[in-house]
Structures are given as C-alpha cells and as structure tokens.
C-alpha cells in the first residue's frame, strides 16, 4: 500500500513502479484528502494528480480527512497489506494504524538519516552548506523519521544546487532506491541498522522567517539561502518602497566585482550594470533574478524600478 501527496512528485513514479512491478500487488494509494495540496509542489510547471493517476490504472484510492480515524483504520485494515510504503506524505502514522501492515512499514526520506530529519531537509540542506546528500529508507517507527536504515543511496553535491535541483535529484534517487528494495520486501529479507542518535539533527517546517533575507550575514551564507528557498516560495527582501521582493538567484565572490568599499548591510548599489547588496564584514551580493509577475526576470529589467543609486533595504 503506498501513501502519499496527491500532487507529490514522488508519489507518481512510486505508483508507476509498484502498479508496473511483475512481483507486487498494490493494494490501494492512501492520498491527500480533497482539497489540500502539498506546498513542495504548487508553483512547478508541471503538476501531477496521483488519484487521478491510480483510478486510470485500475488502483483504489483513498482520501481521508485523517490516516488514524477509527474508520480511516478499519478500511485499511480490511485490505490485509504486507507493507505500507510511506513516500512524501505528510500525516504522522500512528498506532494502531502502523501496526496494520502483516510485515513493516517503510518510509522513504530524502536525506541522509539520522542527519536532517524532520520537513523540508533539501531545503535546509542547502541552507546548511551541506557538502553531501543520501536517501533514506527505514523502517517507521513511533517517532518521527527514527526507525532502522534499511538502505541508503548516496547523492554527490556541487555546492551550487538549489533547494528545487536538490529535491529533484533526492526524488530520482528514492526511485532508484525503490526499485533496489523491492526484491528484499518481496522475499522478506531486510536488514536493520539502528541510527545513530547522537548524530541526529531535526528541522521542522520551514517558516515565513525562515525566507527573509538577513544582510547582516556573510554573503556567502546569504547567497546560500537565496538558492535554499527557489522557487517555492523564495527568498525575500523588503524594497525601499515597501515592497516584499522574491530573490530568486544571487552571485557571490566573482572575480570581476567592483571595488564596492564597505557600507552598511543592506545597502543596495548599482555599479556597472549589475545590482549589489551590502553583506557582514564589507562582502557584496550581485542580484541576479527576482520574481515579478509570477516570473523569473533579471534585476535590471526596467519594467521593476526598484532601486536609487544607493539605498539600504530591509
């Protein structure tokens, strides 16, 4: 049985797989009630519907308000599942649920466990400056993302990803990952390693805070945070006419950046045709795109307006 978002980017291609595979019966796809969208995947271009996927597949599917309803429970109990597959879904399981299925329940999660458990980690992975990524497959246990590894796929990083690029390769690497595990849940042949608790590290749900730009920050760690929040919701800044402008890219550390001197942080300057940003101890940022109109545009494209030759932003 699989759960997840109904307009989940990982949800769709789990469902393929396990509808697909010649050794697994999908029992039913436990999906986000009517209504509600999961906010990773809102503002990309393409959208995908995994209720509408798995009617077309001949798949059953269920919507509850709540997974741990007594009569969401008994519905899933009547399906007799040897294992419930969890893959971006975003209801806690709780017992007696988690104790339905006849085997395990397995969660798919985009990081590398016990390191950045909890919501949003390709976001705060980049945030963090994170030099590495992994998938993590474990067994659910009764707190949050604590289980036993079951597998992990490891995922190379440049250091330049944004929180979108970083989301989309943990997605393909759970897939692979999927399709490496299946035969151990067909033959029932798992191996458990407890994590390592004194290595772990939380992160809840990225706040409206979270997104606000703090130019009394180093540049680079700056820049680190434009790149953590494209697209979904991105990065802002208050412009000096009140506006909340969205900083969709920034360029930090080039070699042809002019000589600037120190100003106060959040002061903004136009040079030379590009766009700057006062940072901590003297370092700029070049401002790259921002979003205007439901767009990604250039900051010197005319129609924004935004700046005077030197202003301090907040």
């Not at 109904?6 to 396990?18: A, E, Q, T």
């Not at 995922?155 to 990803?161: A, D, F, K, M, Y």
Request: charged share 25%.
């Amino acid at each position: 049985m699989l759960f997840t978002e109904v307009n989940s980017k990982l949800g769709s291609p789990f469902l393929s797989i396990l509808h697909g595979h010649p050794d697994v019966e999908l029992a039913a796809v436990v999906t986000s009630p009517p209504g509600k969208l999961c906010s990773y995947f809102t503002d990309d271009e393409e959208a995908v519907d995994v209720a509408d996927q798995a009617r077309a597949l001949g798949v059953r599917v269920l919507r509850p308000r709540s997974v741990n309803d007594p009569d969401a429970v008994a519905a899933l109990a009547a399906l007799e599942a040897d294992y419930f597959l969890v893959g971006n879904f975003q209801q806690l399981l709780k017992p007696p649920l988690l104790d339905l299925p006849r085997r395990t329940a397995v969660n798919f999660h985009p990081s590398p466990l016990p390191e950045f458990a909890g919501l949003a980690p390709f976001y705060w992975m980049v945030r963090e400056g994170a030099s590495a990524s992994s998938v993590s497959a474990i067994e659910m246990g009764r707190k949050l993302d604590d289980g036993d590894l079951l597998m992990q796929h490891h995922i190379p990083l440049s250091g330049r990803e944004t929180g979108l690029e970083l989301r989309t390769m943990q997605e393909r690497a759970n897939v692979l990952m999927l399709l490496d595990l299946i035969p151990h849940l067909v033959e029932d042949t798992l191996e458990r390693t407890p994590q390592d608790v004194s290595r772990r590290s939380y992160y809840g749900r990225p706040r409206d805070e979270h997104y606000r730009l703090d130019f009394s920050l180093p540049a680079a760690v700056v820049e680190r945070h434009v790149r953590a929040a494209y697209r979904s919701p991105g990065a802002w800044f208050t412009a000096p006419g009140g506006q909340r402008i969205r900083l969709l890219s920034a360029a930090y550390g080039e070699d042809d950046r002019p000589a600037l001197g120190a100003r106060p942080p959040g002061t903004l300057v136009c040079d030379g045709g590009g766009l700057y940003v006062a940072c901590a101890d003297g370092d700029w940022l070049r401002l790259v795109t921002v979003e205007c109109g439901g767009r990604e545009v250039a900051v010197d494209d005319p129609a924004l307006a935004l700046l005077g030759e030197a202003t301090t932003v907040g």
